[in-house]
Structures are given as C-alpha cells and as structure tokens.
C-alpha cells in the first residue's frame, strides 16, 4: 500500500519561503512519477511540479519556474518543493501524487496515489 505523506505548510509572508516535503513508503519508486500539485478554494486542482525518481527530470509549470524547485532523495524516499518568493496567489492546499511510469504528466487524473494535502497560505 502506498502511502504519501506531506508536511511543511504554514503561514508565510509574501516573499518568504517554505520547503515542503512528502514521505513516500510502501513500495520502491524507482519506476515511478511523483508531482506536486496544489488547489486553491473554489479552483480546480493544478499541476506545480513533477520529478523522475530515477533520472530526476523535472517539469514545471512556467509560472513557477525560478521560484519553486523540486527535488527527490532516494535515500529517504522523500519528495520536496523549495518555494521561494512567495506570492498570496500561492495560497493554497499543496498535494503530492505518484504515478508509474517516465512522463512526468500534469493532468491531475493520471496519478494514482494522493497525499493528504498540506495548507500553505501566503499573506499581503
């Protein structure tokens, strides 16, 4: 049984940071797409971020490129989402997800597994 575990959210100020972080276990992941996505109220849920695990190819969404950075230590089957320059169009429930497979896809539908969710929310 998979299992997905995020932490790290909180209450920043625009402009700051958060790390957040997912714990995977239950199986190894060495075939596998894991992704961060997120949704804010009354919106759809959005992709924000993918990774191979193996490989590490990474996939953005354009807007976030520069301010978020994912990364992946194999070691800790851990997945993380640096987050910089926080705006309060950030906030949100961030959520991260695995899917087999090499294509680091950005429709929500095509991934398996689901965290929890973990609140960020970003004040003026």
């Known amino acids: 049984q998979v299992q997905l575990v995020e932490s790290g959210g909180g209450l920043v100020q625009a402009g700051g940071s958060l790390r957040l972080s997912c714990a995977a276990s239950g199986r190894t992941f060495t075939d596998y797409v894991v992704a961060w996505f997120r949704q804010a109220p009354g919106k759809a849920r959005e992709f924000v971020a993918g990774?191979?695990?193996?490989?590490?190819?990474?996939r953005y969404v354009d807007s976030m490129k520069g301010r978020f950075t994912v990364s992946r230590d194999n070691a800790k089957n851990t997945l993380y989402l640096q987050m910089n320059s926080l705006k309060p169009e950030d906030t949100a429930v961030y959520y991260c997800?695995?899917?087999?497979?090499?294509?680091?896809?950005?429709?929500?539908?095509?991934?398996?597994?689901w965290g929890q969710g973990t609140q960020v929310t970003v004040s003026s």
């Open positions: 997800a695995a899917r087999s497979g090499a294509i680091v896809d950005a429709t929500a539908s095509q991934y398996v597994y």
């Open positions: 990774i191979r695990w193996i490989g590490g190819g990474t």
